[in-house]
């Protein structure tokens, strides 16, 4: 079973993914493959193409200014879509393809605005309200408050996310214990299912 665990930036995915890493489940990074594909070469040039020399960090693409770039205009966002996901998404299915457990976790963002739905059996959803999202973003990264807006209006509404999805976690307390023990009711709901469908074959 493949299962996409996605939620906007600082809904707590990552340390949602972390429990799950720690409770031996297979994980495929989304973002550790973006990082690849970003320094490929022909990837590197068609970046340069498209937004120009302000993008690099010397000889390397800066993500921090390539997203400020793009995270205010959504056609430009697009563009940058266009460009990195047919490789993220190739190199996404070969990782898939070489792994033999019976669960494979993907960790993606922006599962949902990239439109992967299909790629995945089942989708976990994690997710906490803007204000906590932009204070945990604010407090860990160096990003403005503006910037960080700007991400999360860019992504699709979180109602809209709570409809595509098959299983809900909210995060908003910050209370570990309470996050470990709604992953421990996410892992009895996916045991059931499996065990389901073990039945219906």
Not at 19 to 38: A, M
Not at 39 to 68: V, W
Not at 122 to 151: C, F, G, H, M, P
């Amino acid at each position: 079973m493949i299962i996409g665990i996605t939620g906007g930036i600082g809904s707590g995915k990552s340390t949602v993914s972390r429990i799950l890493k720690d409770k031996g489940f297979c994980f495929i990074d989304l973002d550790i493959i973006s990082h690849d594909v970003i320094q490929d070469s022909k990837i590197k040039a068609e970046l340069f193409k498209n937004f120009g020399s302000e993008i690099f960090d010397k000889e390397e693409i800066s993500r921090k200014k390539l997203g400020k770039v793009v995270f205010e205009d959504k056609n430009k966002l697009e563009r940058l879509n266009s460009i990195m996901h047919p490789e993220i998404l190739k190199r996404m299915r070969k990782k898939i393809e070489k792994i033999k457990e019976k669960i494979v976790f993907v960790e993606i963002q922006l599962l949902f605005e990239v439109g992967w739905e299909r790629e995945f059996d089942l989708i976990l959803l994690v997710w906490s309200d803007k204000n906590t999202q932009i204070k945990r973003v604010l407090a860990r990264d160096k990003r403005s408050e503006n910037e960080t807006k700007n991400i999360i209006n860019s992504q699709i509404s979180l109602d809209e996310k709570i409809k595509k999805s098959d299983y809900v976690i909210e995060n908003n307390n910050d209370n570990l214990e309470d996050l470990k023990n709604k992953i421990d009711n996410f892992i009895n709901f996916l045991e059931t299912k499996l065990n389901f469908e073990k039945k219906e074959v």
